[in-house]
């Protein structure tokens, strides 16, 4: 049973970081492209950033560039967020998921607030 | 960027009636490698998303043969033949074709 662990989120001031991690199993991590999204309280979805197998091509979208960083471990069979220069308008649950053309599994999410 | 664009926003439904939403892409997303990553998501109240169609019209393991979806381009549909009680949440299209990846507005699917 595919299983993704979201995990790292907290309560943090603006301009500071925090780093997601997602823990997967019961598939082979490294044969898949790996995808963090997010959902504003109250909001609907929004793609942040995909990462292709081997770590070697990332995407973000427009609001992100420069401040957030995805990344890999295929030995430790774990995807990140290193989020830094945090803002307010970051507040969302960060879901991680399966995929980047299509998005087959979902973590559980985790809460990030950016507040002072 | 490409723009989805869902309707309706709101859908109050009628148990054992059928269902309907659409989602339009401002570009075609018929992608290099010949597939078009057009997929469905739904999610319930306090619920991670999940997954019922992708590339159009393949339906996840596990979706009932209730949930169907067409479309070819730009213009995508996702059908419920017959409401149940558990199809209530919010609904959105996601394109997996160009970068940034967009997802629609969602869909809200309640009961009259």
């Known amino acids: 049973e595919v299983q993704l662990v979201d995990s790292g989120g907290g309560l943090v001031q603006p301009g500071g970081s925090l780093r997601l991690s997602c823990a997967a199993s019961g598939f082979t991590f490294s044969g898949f492209g790996m995808t963090w999204v997010r959902q504003a309280p109250g909001r609907g979805l929004e793609w942040v950033a995909s990462?292709?197998?081997?770590?070697?091509?990332?995407n973000y979208v427009d609001s992100v560039k420069g401040r957030f960083t995805i990344s890999r471990d295929n030995a430790k069979n774990s995807l990140y967020l290193q989020m830094n220069s945090l803002r307010a308008e970051d507040t969302a649950l960060y879901y991680c998921?399966?995929?980047?053309?299509?998005?087959?599994?979902w973590g559980q999410g985790t809460l990030v607030t950016v507040s002072s | 960027d490409v723009v989805m664009t869902q309707s309706p926003l709101s859908l109050p439904v009628t148990l054992g009636q059928p269902a309907s939403i659409s989602c339009r892409s401002s570009q075609s997303l018929v992608h290099s490698d010949g597939n078009t990553h057009l997929s469905w998501f739904q999610q319930r109240p306090g619920q991670s998303p999940r997954r019922l169609i992708y590339?159009?019209?393949n339906r996840d393991s596990g979706v009932p043969d209730r949930f169907s979806g067409s479309g070819s381009g730009a213009d995508f549909t996702l059908k419920i033949s017959r409401v149940e009680a558990d199809d209530v949440g919010v609904y959105y299209c996601m394109q997996g074709t160009h970068w940034p990846r967009t997802f629609g507005q969602g869909t809200k699917v309640e009961f009259k």
């Open positions: 998921a399966r995929g980047t053309n299509s998005l087959g599994d």
């Open positions: 590339k159009v019209s």
């Open positions: 990462i292709d197998r081997d770590g070697s091509e990332k």
